[in-house]
């Protein structure tokens, strides 16, 4: 294997796709960290780590906007606070830049993540978006941006709680600049001006433990152009395979073959969220997007192509029964000389009528009928991602995903997605895995809610 390959390689399962091809493979455990130990987020109102909860809500629910400081938090000496306007050219050029070299740990920055400003139109200006919950720190003598985190709006409902909240993305510190303490500065920072909006909850996730996650899902991907994932090294080729097996194992049907499949359209919005709200609200966390955010995370805008994916199922009486969707963020391979880029798509939501029809999500006969309709949606959003130049296609454990991971040849990848909500306790919530770390099929996850 080449340096590049490696090193692509090492990127990847720091982006958590881990490298399959099928088996499970041993996840090395975090060396646990003591509560006293987070000398941060000891002092933030998050549940201890292994406390038990009894009863579900906010932590602190006593504090108004007036009792916040109107200024920002002090900004050690050499850095200054910025807010990123990512409508003009140069400061989403930063934001690249810094995302791009710093987001993950290639040294020669050979791979890189590529950002497209469409992709920041959805991810930061979904409706009720501010400029100063794009929050940056710069150099004071050069300008240069090294550090951001941000905030956008949405409505959360934890099992039957339904609270304003923020979801927190793209924290990243340039690599000269870590174990410096400046994460708490500026989730601090964050914290304060979402605050100021009356907002007292946020939704974040993270590879790392902290305390206390509400639920881990593990990550999943399905190669769709095993032989090139194969050239850049993202998979091996097992001792008792060829390549010409493993190319016939992956190999993926040329047309979807759910009828009455189609993209979907403005038109259909209205009668899409009222089936997609039915089919979340067998979660118990989930985002209730209003039409606006519906229509913005779905079907975008003028400024933003290519980057989410949606589409329907319009029976013959015209009514919408299913709905999927998955998103864009690919890799720029930068040292390759025969590959260029890595398509990359992730699942995002969904939603079935195929089992409405039992009261009990877990009915076996409805379970039977949901499963064997998911497979045969996602197998055709996989046709699809490859249409759209994807060549892996990941999702999480989250949702109903595991009744058709296994289906459908994801494999389980080495990483785990920690999720957690600031200013809010509740009870664990299932992460579609069994005690094994494996896809589990019966009891599913409850986690209805899926962050970029
Ligand atoms: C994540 C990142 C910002 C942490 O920066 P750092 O310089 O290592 O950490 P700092 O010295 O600034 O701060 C350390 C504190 O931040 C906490 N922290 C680290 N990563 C965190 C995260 N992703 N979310 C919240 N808190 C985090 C640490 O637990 C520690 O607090 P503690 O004493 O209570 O344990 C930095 O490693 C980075 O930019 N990584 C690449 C991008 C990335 O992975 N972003 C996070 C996506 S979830």
Redesign the pocket.
């Known amino acids: 294997m080449s340096d590049n390959q490696k090193k692509l390689q090492e990127l990847l399962q720091q982006l958590a796709l881990g490298q399959g091809p099928i088996k499970p493979r041993e996840i090395p455990e975090e060396p646990k960290?003591e509560m006293k130990?987070?000398?941060?987020?000891?002092t933030q109102p998050v549940p201890a780590l292994d406390t038990e909860i009894s009863e579900e809500g906010p932590i602190d629910s006593k504090k108004t906007p007036d009792d916040i400081p109107d200024e920002p938090l002090p900004m050690l000496g050499d850095f200054e606070w910025c807010e990123i306007d990512i409508q003009k050219e140069n400061e989403l050029e930063d934001l690249f830049v810094l995302l791009n070299e710093?987001?993950?740990e290639d040294k020669d920055s050979s791979f890189r993540f590529n950002y497209t400003k469409e992709f920041f139109n959805w991810a930061l200006k979904s409706p009720g978006w501010r400029k100063d919950w794009h929050v940056g720190v710069r150099v004071k003598k050069t300008n240069k941006l090294i550090a951001f985190i941000s905030a956008i709006p949405v409505n959360l409902r934890v099992r039957s709680n339904e609270f304003k909240s923020v979801e927190i993305n793209f924290?990243?510190?340039h690599k000269q600049?870590?174990?410096?303490?400046?994460?708490?500065v500026l989730?601090k920072e964050i914290t304060r001006r979402v605050n100021k909006c009356n907002i007292w909850q946020a939704l974040?996730?993270?590879?790392?433990i902290?305390p206390s996650p509400v639920s881990t899902p593990r990550y999943a991907h399905r190669p769709i152009n095993w032989s090139k994932l194969y050239d850049v090294g993202f998979t091996g080729c097992p001792i008792d395979k060829t390549k010409a097996d493993m190319l016939a194992y992956y190999a993926v049907p040329s047309v979807t073959k759910t009828a009455g499949l189609r993209a979907m359209e403005l038109r259909d919005v209205d009668a899409t969220l009222v089936l997609f709200n039915k089919y979340q609200s067998r979660f118990d966390m989930v985002q209730n997007f209003t039409k606006e955010e519906f229509q913005h995370w779905f079907l975008g805008n003028d400024e933003i192509h290519k980057v989410v994916f949606s589409y329907v199922v319009e029976n013959e009486e015209g009514e919408i029964t299913d709905f999927f969707s998955f998103y864009s963020l690919p890799f720029t391979i930068l040292e390759n000389a025969i590959h260029k880029d890595l398509g990359i798509g992730y699942l995002f939501y969904y939603a079935s009528n195929a089992d409405f029809e039992y009261t009990d999500r877990f009915d076996k006969e409805g379970t039977t009928a949901l499963r064997k309709r998911l497979d045969s949606l996602m197998s055709d959003a996989v046709v699809l991602a490859r249409s759209h130049k994807m060549d892996v296609f990941n999702a999480l454990t989250s949702q109903e995903n595991s009744l058709f991971l296994e289906d459908l040849k994801f494999g389980p990848g080495d990483g785990f997605l920690n999720f957690y909500l600031f200013n809010y306790k509740t009870m664990p919530i299932t992460d579609g895995l069994t005690e094994d770390k494996r896809f589990d099929t019966e009891k599913r996850s409850n986690v209805g809610v899926v962050m970029l």
């Open positions: 960290k130990d987070y000398k941060f987020w000891n710093n987001y993950v924290l990243c510190i600049l870590r174990a410096k303490r400046l994460t708490p989730i974040y996730t993270s590879g790392t902290l």
